[in-house]
């Protein structure tokens, strides 16, 4: 069983479609994927449909943008309720923030001398896709002002990049307690890649996270080096957190390869028996007619 939770398509920032993601991962030899837009489910009707014809379970999931302390943290959330209204709610006011920031990013660009115009970065978002910093990346290659996204964001579009623009998001204690709500779980995305000039989270803050309900963290990215991975890992165990592994996929907008990183079969069955739990909780009671 290869099994690969991590992955985006054109549902936000991935160059796949959700029916081809699922193609290339069975292709890749992998049995189940999670499709993971950001702060987004619109891929998931598509995804599993291809599941179907590809024989490939996919698990439905979110990477939710959070914020703390002006710094973005990633927190993906698995087998939740689509229909949930706090979460629904929630995704969509950080889906119109991003439209806003993404605007004002192409107006610093052009005040500092990298005219882009917003139409342009509009016609690299596809129909319905969350809208990101690497569609702005997108129209710079197509305007020929770099070669691809990853020097887009080492030139320009980084976190500490003068064109930088924030976007709300919720905290992620309260996104945490969002997905718990809406039945499924919740696992820390990353934590420890580099950022800012630091080695990722603080111990501290993923140990609150721990104590306001979430469930796993990831270990094995391409973004963690060998000391980050192990970091998670023991971190994780500690707090009594399950453990994960993923690529983080998008396609041909980043390097990494489906399945490059993988989670145990024993893990993903915990994150199932865990939601099943959740759902049970906010279930209104069955005597209630
Ligand atoms: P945003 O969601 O708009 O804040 O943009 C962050 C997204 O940009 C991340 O989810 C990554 O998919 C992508 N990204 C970050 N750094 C790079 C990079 N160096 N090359 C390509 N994509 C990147
Ligand atoms: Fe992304
Ligand atoms: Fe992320
Ligand atoms: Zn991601």
């Keep these: 069983?290869?099994?690969?939770?991590?992955?985006?398509?054109?549902?936000?920032?991935?160059?796949?479609?959700?029916?081809?993601?699922?193609?290339?991962?069975?292709?890749?030899?992998?049995?189940?994927?999670?499709?993971?837009?950001?702060?987004?489910?619109?891929?998931?009707?598509?995804?599993?449909?291809?599941?179907?014809?590809?024989?490939?379970?996919?698990?439905?999931?979110?990477?939710?943008?959070?914020?703390?302390?002006?710094?973005?943290?990633?927190?993906?959330?698995?087998?939740?309720?689509?229909?949930?209204?706090?979460?629904?709610?929630?995704l969509a006011r950080a889906r119109d923030a991003r439209a806003t920031r993404l605007e004002a990013m192409v107006e610093r660009l052009a005040a500092g001398g990298i005219p882009i115009a917003y139409a342009a970065v509009l016609a690299h978002v596809p129909p319905g896709a969350t809208p990101g910093r690497p569609h702005i990346a997108d129209a710079l290659v197509a305007a020929g002002r770099v070669a691809t996204r990853d020097e887009a964001f080492a030139r320009w579009l980084h976190d500490d990049s003068p064109y930088y623009v924030r976007h709300y998001a919720p905290d992620p204690a309260l996104a945490v307690q969002l997905v718990r709500q809406a039945g499924g779980v919740a696992v820390l995305a990353h934590p420890f890649a580099r950022a800012r000039g630091t080695v990722g989270l603080g111990d501290d803050l993923v140990e609150e996270l721990a104590a306001a309900g979430l469930t796993g963290i990831e270990a094995d990215h391409p973004d963690h080096d060998p000391p980050a991975a192990n970091r998670a890992r023991v971190l994780g165990r500690r707090l009594g957190l399950l453990v994960t592994g993923s690529s983080d996929y998008h396609g041909t907008g980043k390097t990494a390869r489906l399945g490059q990183h993988t989670t145990e079969p024993e893990v993903l069955e915990q994150l199932h028996t865990l939601a099943a739990a959740a759902r049970v909780r906010r279930a209104p009671s069955a005597d209630s007619g």
């Excluded at 999931?61 to 309720?81: F, K, N, P, Q, T």
């Design 1 to 90: 069983m290869r099994i690969d939770l991590h992955c985006h398509s054109t549902a936000s920032d991935g160059t796949d479609s959700p029916a081809e993601l699922v193609k290339a991962a069975a292709a890749a030899g992998l049995d189940t994927i999670a499709i993971t837009d950001h702060d987004t489910f619109a891929g998931w009707a598509e995804a599993a449909a291809a599941g179907v014809r590809h024989g490939l379970t996919v698990v439905p999931g979110a990477e939710i943008s959070c914020e703390r302390d002006s710094r973005s943290i990633h927190l993906l959330g698995y087998l939740v309720d689509p229909q949930d209204g706090a979460l629904v709610a929630a």
